[in-house]
């Protein structure tokens, strides 16, 4: 498990920044992501212009905008993006990556496969592109044997029922990719971030950019959504049950500046507590695995905030679609974390998801609250 | 740091290669010159293997998507294709890693044995003809023999009698094997054909691809034994399939459509011998010279006894189960031949353009077709005819002839 310096850290670097230009970009650029996480990619998208008109040359803005572009199912428009930004900054594993992904929802499994290629070219570690990588290479490999397989007389029609892509799409550029960045900053008036700050990915990173310019990516903890699908499944994000935190998917959570920080540490003596919270828990992700609707709706609190500012009843009707899917699923709770705050509990854990055509293992956090003998899901939070 | 998934995976290739080491182990060793004309895949192919044996799985890769580039339609391509890219993602039991449709898996990795074997065992073009064609006449350029064991087709042309290696091709016969009997029994004929027709792909379904020849099945052998059927077809493929597997036609022989418009070149419609054998036997040259004398001799010899007009003589060259196309058996041929002989004086014989063929399915059974002239004091006349020569007790022998 990651260590969770975030808020701490992130609050020094922006104090070390406090006043720089840098600031505002970043603080801008923050504002586009928290859009994105609330399914506000309209609003999104209009920030995120304003931002990349402003700083032809910054990066993430641009990247933003691209992603919002992807949610928004402008797919030509988001493709040009990202490809644009491949040329801009060849050093850059995500844009390659999410070229890939769209690629592959139009199911152009070659070009996305070259794509993620060059992703991995720029970043060896590179784990979403890996993941991505391998998820890809199966399918082209199912490709190829269906058309090794068709009946001699060529009637047999194609397959047209392949599984939709599960790609993750990258929602934010990420330390390794940022790290370029940062060191390029150094020739600007900002404060780099703190060395013990920096993942190992980016005393890695092989050559800095190039290009000096305002350090638009903020210091690696301080935010981003884990890699995520363009179908939005609050539930469950793709990545194969790999080492959860590769070097290059985001870290930290962009609600983490939102929320007031949870206790870290909870009082000794918890330990009661903190076992019926976890087993609510696992009531909830059993309920899930089982697909059991009923049981499932009933772990959520009626105070439970749902994402992306709809309404408890949409919500509920998406929610049931998704579970009421065919097919066996698993849900495994995975190393977590428990943090106890009088009525209040917080779970932090690593939710391993498997269905029959999709596997995610996703960072999540339930947000509990004690209603009786009950411990009741108030919000629930995908990332870091 | 996780290991790179490419380094995890590499080691379990030697999977892969270890089912194609038969293959492959021998072609690695295989000269480089050993391509002689055709441009088919398999040089490709051997060398697609020869990376999955050595484990550069990326270069194989590289290679089968030239391949594919070349060959788009291609099935076994993309087999070897989805098998390379699934490699990288988690380890290999088999050649053909799917799941379903086990009968299309395994067709297809005859196929690539097919191939590959073809391409290894090539015999020594120069030095080895196949036996069956004992003798051209003149004006029949080429000669076609497909061997269905080894699912190949071999183009020979005729230089002054001798038959000179030009190409050979991938081909696919009948689902249920050779040696058809029955009408439905989808069989590939065993024996000496010819082609009868050409048929333009306009006026052909996609099934046969880039055209068709028929061919003279049931032959006058076929047809004294009672075999039956009819509509055996040199053919091409469907437009979505570069090649079908070694065994999936109702008894046809069909090619790649490139190989069929190739082998269209050779082939010249009612002349051009099409010699289908279950496995094609091999001659030296100084073997098939000698086999060749040892007939022509025997021709000779059956040509002066007739001249002769001694029936004795000419008599003793009929089998016992000898047939005439008029269904004349041994007795009553015997018996017409003697009053023949005994009424006409100066008999003579003439022959051109001998063609001889050993006919596969058969043991020592020749199929000899020439232009004879007869001539005697009262009577003159000129055919082509074909008789069929077996081999009994060392001596070759007639067991059949009539007008061809």
């Not at chain 2, 484990?55 to 060959?71: G, M």
């Not at chain 2, 993602?89 to 074997?117: K, N």
């Not at chain 2, 091709?169 to 989808?186: L, P, V």
Request: proline share 7%.
């Amino acid at each position: 498990m990651r260590i969770r310096p975030y808020v701490a850290l992130g609050t020094l670097a922006a104090a070390l920044s406090f006043g720089s230009p840098a600031l505002l970009a970043s603080e801008a650029a923050q504002n586009v992501r928290n859009l994105l996480q609330q399914g506000q990619a309209e609003r999104a998208l209009a920030a995120a212009d304003r931002l990349a008109s402003a700083n032809p040359r910054d990066a993430e803005a641009r990247f933003l905008r691209a992603v919002a572009l992807a949610e928004l199912n402008r797919s030509a428009e988001a493709i040009a993006a990202f490809q644009k930004l491949t040329e801009d900054f060849p050093q850059l594993p995500e844009p390659y990556n999410n070229l890939a992904v769209l690629y592959a929802q139009q199911r152009d499994y070659d070009k996305a496969r070259s794509a993620l290629e060059s992703a991995i070219r720029t970043h060896p570690s590179y784990a979403t592109a890996h993941t991505n990588l391998a998820d890809l290479y199966a399918r082209l490999a199912n490709d190829a044997y269906e058309r090794a397989l068709q009946l001699d007389d060529g009637r047999e029609t194609r397959r047209s029922t392949a599984p939709r892509s599960t790609l993750a799409l990258i929602r934010d550029l990420g330390p390794a990719a940022s790290a370029p960045l940062v060191v390029a900053s150094a020739s600007t008036p900002v404060a780099a971030p703190p060395a013990a700050a920096r993942p190992p990915a980016a005393q890695e990173t092989p050559a800095p950019a190039q290009t000096a310019q305002a350090p638009a990516a903020p210091p690696p903890p301080a935010a981003s959504a884990p890699a995520k699908p363009v179908e939005p499944a609050p539930a469950a994000a793709p990545a194969k049950p790999e080492p959860p935190v590769p070097a290059g998917t985001a870290p930290a959570q962009t609600t983490a500046a939102a929320t007031p920080a949870q206790p870290a540490a909870p009082a000794a003596g918890d330990n009661a507590v903190e076992t019926t919270v976890l087993s609510a828990v696992q009531a909830w992700a059993d309920a899930w695995a089982r697909q059991d609707v009923k049981a499932y709706f009933s772990h959520y609190d009626a105070s439970f905030q749902v994402p992306g500012g709809r309404s408890r009843q949409a919500w509920e009707r998406e929610r049931e679609q998704r579970l009421n899917k065919p097919g066996k699923i698993t849900v495994e709770v995975d190393s977590p974390q428990v943090s106890v705050n009088g009525d209040q509990a917080s779970v932090r854990f690593l939710q391993r998801y498997r269905s029959v055509d999709f596997n995610a293992s996703t960072m999540k956090t339930l947000d509990l609250v004690r209603r009786g003998n009950q411990w009741q899901i108030t919000q629930e939070r995908v990332g870091r | 740091m996780k290991p790179s998934l490419f380094s995890r995976i590499r080691p379990r290739a030697a999977l892969l290669a270890g089912t194609l080491a038969l293959a492959a182990a021998q072609l690695a060793a295989a000269p480089e010159d050993r391509r002689i004309s055709d441009a088919g895949p398999e040089a490709a192919l051997r060398q697609v293997f020869a990376e999955i044996e050595a484990n550069r799985l990326d270069a194989a890769l590289d290679r089968t998507e030239a391949l594919l580039q070349a060959y788009p339609t291609f099935r076994l391509g993309h087999l070897i294709r989805g098998d390379l890219l699934l490699a990288r993602t988690r380890p290999l039991s088999t050649f053909g890693e799917v799941s379903e449709h086990a009968d299309r898996v395994q067709a297809l990795r005859e196929e690539a044995v097919a191939r590959l074997r073809a391409y290894r065992e090539r015999p020594g073009m120069a030095d080895y003809v196949p036996r069956y064609l004992l003798q051209m006449r003149a004006d029949q350029e080429y000669a076609v023999v497909v061997d269905t064991e080894r699912a190949r087709l071999y183009v020979y042309r005729n230089e002054n009698g001798k038959p000179r290696f030009v190409a050979d091709f991938y081909s696919t016969h009948g689902k249920a094997g050779s040696a058809k009997q029955y009408e439905g029994d989808n069989k590939t004929p065993l024996g000496v054909y010819h082609v009868t027709s050409r048929i333009e792909a306009a006026k052909l379904p996609d099934l046969y691809g880039s055209g068709a020849f028929p061919l003279n099945y049931p032959n006058t052998w076929d047809r004294r034994l009672g075999r039956t059927g009819y509509g055996i077809w040199l053919h091409g493929t469907p437009s979505d399939n570069y090649a079908r597997t070694p065994r999936s036609t109702e008894g046809c022989v069909a090619l790649s459509n490139q190989d069929l418009i190739t082998l269209a070149n050779y082939v010249q419609p009612g002349l051009t011998p099409v010699i289908i054998s279950n496995e094609i036997e091999w001659l030296s040259l100084d073997d098939w010279q000698a086999e060749r004398s040892a007939l022509n001799e025997a021709i000779e010899t059956w040509r002066t006894d007739w001249e002769s007009a001694d029936a004795q003589r000419y008599l003793a060259h009929y089998s016992r189960d000898f047939r005439s196309d008029r269904q004349q058996d041994y007795e009553t041929w015997a018996a017409q031949k003697s009053r023949v002989l005994s009424a006409n004086a100066r008999i003579r014989v003439g022959m051109q353009n001998i063609s001889m063929f050993r006919m596969p399915g058969e043991k020592e059974m020749i199929d000899i077709t020439f232009d004879q002239e007869y001539s005697s004091d009262g009577y003159s006349d000129r055919m082509r005819k074909r008789q069929y020569w077996i081999k009994e007790d060392g001596r070759w022998k007639i067991i059949y002839e009539g007008r061809a």
